[in-house]
């Protein structure tokens, strides 16, 4: 268990559709990372927040944002679903304090019907 | 931008055996990490060893080692003693030492061991 949360574990939603994807980091870290994971595309940054700011964006869709809270949990909210964005979207959080790793959390995984 | 390639998209081992997992990367970089991390059936990520790259020493974990040549730009992963639980997606992934930056991914070595 590496500490780091998400829900929902299955999500299976229509195109057009609106979801939110929920991820709780370990305790005391301050850095959120979303990657997406497709069969073509593999392992893919999306977003990165540290300490509720923006720090750095990758190959995130126009449809796709993100937000992180005071209380530092983090929000994947992707609108305007189409066939493709079904994949497996980790959560990965790491303290500025320590070493720089990052954890998983465990995924959702998102179908698209 | 960094790029990570791994050549080989499945192996098998058998049990018991040593099996060794490549990966080479590409970076006009001096200071950054280099990261296995495992993938099984269930789909979690799991971090399997670390390589600090002003480090000298190869990273050793239980069974995994890593063989980290830094001016030929490779980073394998050795399992000795391989066992069923090992069967996985192995990821080789790289990172800028410059604090909380993303990891860049390789596209996986599919392992498989066998009894």
């Known amino acids: 268990d590496s500490g780091v949360t998400q829900t929902p574990k299955h999500l299976i939603t229509a195109t057009g559709q609106r979801v939110t994807l929920r991820c709780s980091p370990r305790?005391?870290?301050?850095?959120v990372y979303w990657y997406q994971q497709s069969l073509d595309q593999g392992l893919q940054f999306l977003i990165q927040?540290?300490?509720?700011?923006?720090?750095a964006k990758g190959n995130i869709l126009e449809r796709f944002s993100a937000q992180q809270f005071p209380d530092l949990h983090s929000e994947l909210n992707l609108s305007s679903l189409e066939l493709g964005d079904s994949a497996l979207y980790f959560c990965?959080?790491?303290?500025?304090?320590?070493?720089?790793?990052?954890?998983f959390g465990p995924g959702t995984r998102l179908t698209v019907l | 931008a960094q790029t990570v390639t791994q050549s080989q998209p499945e192996m098998s081992v058998q049990e018991a055996e040593t099996v060794t997992l490549s990966c080479t990367y590409d970076t006009s970089e001096n200071n950054y990490y280099l990261f296995w991390y495992k993938q099984p059936p269930s789909r979690q990520m799991i971090l399997v060893i670390r390589q600090e790259a002003y480090k000298q020493q190869n990273a050793t974990e239980n069974r995994f080692s890593v063989n980290f040549q830094k001016a030929a730009k490779s980073f394998s992963l050795k399992i000795s003693d391989s066992q069923l639980g090992d069967t996985a997606m192995y990821f080789c992934?790289?990172?800028?030492?410059?604090?909380?930056?993303?990891?860049?991914f390789g596209k996986g070595t599919r392992l498989s061991v066998i009894a």
């Open positions: 927040y540290y300490n509720g700011e923006e720090r």
């Open positions: 305790s005391g870290d301050l850095s």
């Open positions: 992934a790289f990172m800028k030492r410059s604090g909380n930056t993303p990891l860049v």
């Open positions: 990965a959080s790491s303290s500025l304090e320590s070493t720089d790793t990052q954890y």
